[in-house]
């Protein structure tokens, strides 16, 4: 099975900061792989899909890049309205691993 | 627009068992797979498997093998999971989901099992 590292597991970022959120897979996942946002007690909502795609009506300030078994999602200026738990997902062969999630915190 | 209705929390006892329920609307229901995640108290997710709702195949992380079922019923364009020998490690939050990249959520559905 595809193990999936995710890094760091809390961070705490102020207003307009630039973050960037790590998931290294346990062999190459080529690319796929997605990012969700999870707010509390809420469903997690996909923002970037096939590592670099941001999905439909997610801010331009969320972006994902990476290949092989390194991928990264950005948050380019840190608004309020990210607080929340992040979580990578890899999918490759129609099995599914998650990231164990970071907690994002406005400072 | 795309809808996956969960049915209600559940409280059940230990070794007993537990079928949920995922209503799709909004979408052509045969088109997409739909896939169950778990995610435990304190956030961890994990994904359980997935049916195909146009030929009944179905696909499981290895670890749910012998702890859950899915099913659909085409008729009421509904997706079913049941939890069988439930202990306390299965007291969580469940989804469905739909499509590769998991694009639409369920509300989620909170399993306690507790005597």
């Known amino acids: 099975d595809i193990q999936m590292t995710q890094s760091p597991a809390s961070l705490s970022a102020s207003l307009g900061e630039t973050i960037s959120i790590e998931c290294r897979a346990s062999?190459?996942?080529?690319?796929?792989l997605a990012w969700y946002q999870q707010k509390s007690g809420k469903s997690p909502q996909l923002l970037i899909y096939a590592a670099n795609r941001l999905q439909d009506g997610v801010p331009s300030r969320f972006s994902g890049s990476g290949s092989g078994t390194q991928y990264s999602l950005k948050i380019s200026g840190m608004q309020p309205e990210d607080e929340g738990d992040y979580f990578c997902?890899?999918?490759?062969?129609?099995?599914?691993?998650f990231g164990a999630g970071t907690k994002l915190e406005l400072k | 627009q795309v809808n996956l209705l969960q049915s209600g929390a559940a409280l059940v006892k230990p070794g007993a068992s537990v079928k949920l329920s995922c209503k799709a609307s909004?979408?052509?229901?045969?088109?997409?797979?739909i896939h169950w995640v778990k995610q435990s108290h304190g956030k961890s997710l994990e994904w359980i498997g997935y049916i195909n709702p146009n030929s009944g195949y179905t696909n499981y992380n290895e670890k749910f093998k012998s702890k859950a079922t899915l099913t659909v019923d085409k008729s009421t364009n509904t997706a079913y999971m049941e939890l069988s020998r439930l202990t306390s490690e299965d007291s969580a939050t469940y989804y469905c989901t739909i499509r590769y990249y998991f694009d639409y959520w369920g509300q989620g559905v909170m399993v306690t099992v507790s005597s």
């Open positions: 062999e190459d996942i080529y690319s796929n």
């Open positions: 997902l890899q999918g490759s062969k129609f099995m599914y691993t």
């Open positions: 909004g979408y052509t229901f045969t088109d997409y797979y």
